[in-house]
């Protein structure tokens, strides 16, 4: 066999070699899965089931009548509860459906606070029932049963009480929008019907409001009216009033 016949020589290793060649590699690459997947596993661990992360505090603001201590059972949230799992949702609606909150949110804070905001009802007027007054707020929720009806607080009278009846929310709505110190005036509110509202003042005078529709307009005629000497007024149409 002549040289330029003989085989062509390479510098290529052989199969062995190059296999053992590939394996530091191979070995990087498991060793830096394996560490992405116990980071990864840790900091599931850590997020959703370690206390580490977890409800430290509960911060509870807008309370007036109420204490904290009360919006907190009712949040029905344990310290440690991790943050990630908090459902804020579900613990609004717990805390709403305490009788004096009018409205919730719930924040969460990282790393450890979850604030609870609510709004109280306010106590708006007293209701006639059964012998007895119904404390009602300006939604017609009951808040309270007096044996007594609170002097400060104008009394409503109505057929029943029931928020969904057009009369009944038509004379809340009329006296929500009274500014105080006119509301403070107000001894007594009749409504039949949605656009009958009455006002009985505590001087005596008499206020013909009509419905709830345009109530600021309403309001605002008046109160430039009830400096007349006059017994009872009608602003129940803001265009023709009367004064009698």
Avoid: Y
């Amino acid at each position: 066999m002549t040289p330029s016949e003989a085989p062509a020589l390479t510098d290529r290793p052989p199969a062995a070699e190059r296999a053992a060649r590939k394996r530091p590699g191979i070995w990087r690459f498991a060793t830096a899965t394996l560490i992405t997947g116990g980071t990864l596993a840790v900091s599931g661990w850590l997020v959703f089931l370690s206390p580490v992360l977890g409800v430290k505090e509960i911060r509870v603001e807008g309370v007036l009548g109420l204490a904290p201590e009360q919006i907190e059972q009712a949040a029905a949230l344990p310290l440690d509860t991790p943050m990630a799992t908090v459902d804020v949702e579900a613990v609004r609606q717990r805390v709403a459906a305490v009788t004096e909150v009018e409205s919730a949110r719930v924040e969460r804070v990282w790393p450890g606070t979850v604030i609870i905001k609510i709004r109280e009802r306010t106590a708006l007027a007293s209701v006639p029932m059964n012998g007895k007054s119904a404390v009602v707020d300006r939604f017609g929720v009951v808040l309270d049963i007096v044996a007594v009806a609170p002097p400060k607080l104008p009394v409503v009278r109505l057929p029943h009480l029931d928020p969904q009846d057009p009369a009944v929310r038509a004379a809340l709505t009329v006296l929500g929008v009274l500014p105080d110190h006119l509301l403070r005036k107000v001894h007594e509110v009749q409504a039949k019907t949605a656009d009958s509202v009455t006002l009985l003042l505590s001087d005596g005078r008499t206020v013909v409001f009509g419905g709830p529709e345009r109530a600021a307009d309403k309001t605002r005629i008046l109160l430039g009216l009830l400096n007349q000497r006059a017994e009872t007024f009608d602003v129940s149409s803001p265009e023709v009033v009367t004064v009698r």
